[in-house]
């Protein structure tokens, strides 16, 4: 057990609809990282969050958007789903420090139908 | 800019052969350097990691040295088992600390080990 929390585990839903994915990071780690990883284009990272404000961005889609709340869980909202945005979506968490890992959830298989 | 590159897949062995699974790096100032491990329907493990040059990561029986003359930080074991089957990536974090590491993955090699 990782330590980072994803829910819901699986998400089927129809094209064009709205989703929300959910993330609690490790008691302590401020950084929260999202990732998408389908079969044709490995892990992709999408975007992070340092303590509430946003880090980095990465191949990160205008129809998703994603939020760290003050109590550091975050959530990655996808809109106006289409077929190709099925795909296991991760979340990682690391501590402050220079030297410390990433750490992963189980991820959220979302399936676009 | 910050990049890893690593061997493609996939990779099929017999058991109790010798793994090599390459990576090189590409980086600004002195990165932490990780190997990940997912195994089928799970999330990213860790698997060992080494955060400056000349370290030894070493986990499992597996291992990797952080080569900074070379930029390389590639995985070995010495004897694979069947349970060692699943996608292995090579990872780098910018060690920017206090304002929270990046991480750049590379594409991850998967691993087949047959009886």
């Known amino acids: 057990d990782s330590g980072v929390t994803q829910t819901p585990k699986h998400l089927i839903t129809a094209t064009g609809q709205r989703v929300t994915l959910r993330c609690s990071p490790r008691?302590?780690?401020?950084?929260v990282y999202w990732y998408q990883q389908s079969l044709d284009q490995g892990l992709q990272f999408l975007i992070q969050?340092?303590?509430?404000?946003?880090?980095a961005k990465g191949n990160i889609l205008e129809r998703f958007s994603a939020q760290q709340f003050p109590d550091l869980h975050s959530e990655l909202n996808l809109s106006s789903l289409e077929l190709g945005d099925s795909a296991l979506y991760f979340c990682?968490?690391?501590?402050?420090?220079?030297?410390?890992?990433?750490?992963f959830g189980q991820g959220t298989r979302l399936t676009v139908v | 800019g910050n990049s890893v590159t690593q061997m493609e897949g996939p990779v099929t062995l017999s058991e109790e052969a010798f793994l090599t699974i390459n990576c090189t790096y590409t980086?600004?100032?002195?990165?932490?350097l990780f190997w990940y491990v997912q195994y089928p329907g799970e999330g990213l493990q860790l698997l060992l990691k080494?955060?400056?040059?000349?370290d030894k990561g070493s986990n499992k029986g597996f291992e990797a040295t952080y080569r900074k003359e070379t930029t390389s930080f590639h995985l070995e074991k010495g004897s694979v088992q069947v349970s060692d089957s699943a996608v292995y990536f090579c990872?780098?974090?910018?060690?920017?600390?206090?304002?929270?590491?990046?991480?750049?993955f590379g594409t991850g090699t998967s691993l087949t080990v047959i009886p």
């Open positions: 080494a955060t400056k040059a000349d």
């Open positions: 969050y340092y303590n509430g404000e946003e880090r």
């Open positions: 990682a968490s690391s501590f402050r420090g220079m030297n410390t890992e990433a750490f």
């Open positions: 008691s302590g780690d401020l950084s």
């Open positions: 990872a780098l974090s910018d060690k920017k600390g206090n304002t929270g590491n990046q991480f750049y």
């Open positions: 980086a600004t100032g002195y990165p932490s």
